[in-house]
């Protein structure tokens, strides 16, 4: 089933909620949740485990996440033995997957970050100052994750 989406308004709506304090899963995740009629606050909740590289270990990136978890929901799984559904499943998780490492070289938080010293062992967030949003490329990612993905739910 096709849907249409402006992907540009996604986008810049992903972005707006990474700009207001969202982690960057939750950004891209809030962006789409209303195409599938999840709840707003459900999908913050569902959602904020996976900001900072997942629970802020700086492993795969919040944003990427997000966009495995709205192919979950484009292409579902709901019989754990139906290989068919599985693959073009994770066929759309791997397509998503190389076009942003295409862009970025990664889909590893911490590596994005070029972080000198991993924070695995803090779960204290950082401080949204204007010193984080300037040092921290992480809008960036948010708003490519949100195009990627807006893509292929249009599909």
Request: hydrophobic content about 40%; charged content about 25%.
């Amino acid at each position: 089933m096709s849907i249409h989406i402006n992907i540009a308004e996604r986008v810049e709506r992903a972005v707006a909620y990474f700009n207001e304090g969202y982690n960057c899963a939750q950004s891209v995740f809030l962006a789409y949740a209303d195409v599938y009629l999840i709840d707003e606050e459900f999908a913050k909740k569902l959602s904020a485990p996976f900001g900072g590289g997942v629970g802020r270990m700086r492993e795969m990136c919040g944003a990427t996440t997000a966009m495995f978890m709205l192919m979950g929901l484009k292409y579902p799984v709901n019989n754990p033995n139906d290989r068919e559904a599985k693959t073009i499943n994770y066929d759309a998780v791997q397509r998503l997957a190389k076009e942003f490492k295409d862009s970025f070289g990664t889909i590893n938080c911490g590596e994005l970050l070029r972080l000198p010293v991993p924070e695995k062992d803090n779960p204290t967030p950082s401080e949204r100052t204007a010193e984080y949003y300037a040092k921290r490329p992480c809008a960036r990612f948010v708003a490519k994750a949100a195009e990627i993905v807006g893509k292929e739910l249009m599909k």
